[in-house]
């Protein structure tokens, strides 16, 4: 794979790269910029569900990053440029000096994403969060344990947005999912498949740590402030992580990781 130098901003060959910041709010029609070292080693491994189309490094950087880049696609283009040159393509000082574009993997329906999982499958059901540092720490949480798949409301952002891909520090590209559901109508379909599905939240009366583990389990999760809807929670069963000091809020997504921790860790 020869690199190919850019040397100016304007190269319509780093089209897909230019004013990063803006595109992140108009989206890139099922493309994605991965952004770090860390990131562009997860979608160079044969664990990436999402094809790698280019990659754009700082010339400073491109060495050292020649045996993770020589696992991509052999006819995949790699870009390497000053970082004056990389800062102008990016719209803002990049730091990291590496990016890469990518192609999101073909959507998939609930169905799809569930046949197949484990008797003892743990999953997530993520409702309504915005923030992309909270869905890519979801993410990170899940791929950390074990997960077998973290399911979206149509509400939620996209995980594929640059920053929460960078929190998840490359797990939205590994981690099977399903997006654009409608919440209700999943629990429906979990519990139809044997999943215990428990909705967390502060005012459950039932304690996380005494929670039985074994067979399937769906976490639901809702946004930081408003929680999960009433009518969503009582077709779940509820449960809490109890607080000192009268405080009743974690991070959405640290709350996440305990109870993933809680219950993937039998296996």
Known sequence: MANIFIESAEDPRIAGFRDIRERDLTGRQGLFVAEGEVVLRVLASPGSQCRPLAA???????????????????????????????????????????????????????????????????????????????????????????????????????????????????????????????????????????????????????DLSTAPRGGRVAIVLGAEGPGLPESLMARCETIGIPMSGGFDSLNVATAGAIALHHFARQA
């Open 56 to 206: 754009l490094v700082a010339e400073s950087r491109a060495g050292g990053l020649a045996p993770i880049l020589a696992r991509f696609p052999a006819d995949t283009p790699v870009y390497v440029a000053p970082q004056p040159v990389l800062d102008g393509i990016a719209g803002f000082h990049l730091h990291r000096g590496i990016l890469a574009l990518g192609a999101k993997p073909t959507a998939k329906a609930l169905d799809q994403v569930l046949d197949g999982l484990a008797d003892d499958a743990v999953v997530v059901l993520a409702c309504g969060i915005g923030n992309h540092d909270n869905m890519g720490g979801i993410f990170r949480a899940a791929a950390a344990f074990g997960a077998g798949a973290v399911l979206l409301d149509a509400q939620c952002c996209d995980p594929f947005y640059r920053k929460a891909i960078r929190v998840s520090v490359g797990a939205v590209l590994r981690t099977p999912m399903a997006t654009g559901l409608d919440a209700a109508s999943t629990v429906e379909a979990l519990q139809a498949r044997g999943f215990r599905v428990l909705a967390m939240t502060p005012s459950a009366t039932t």
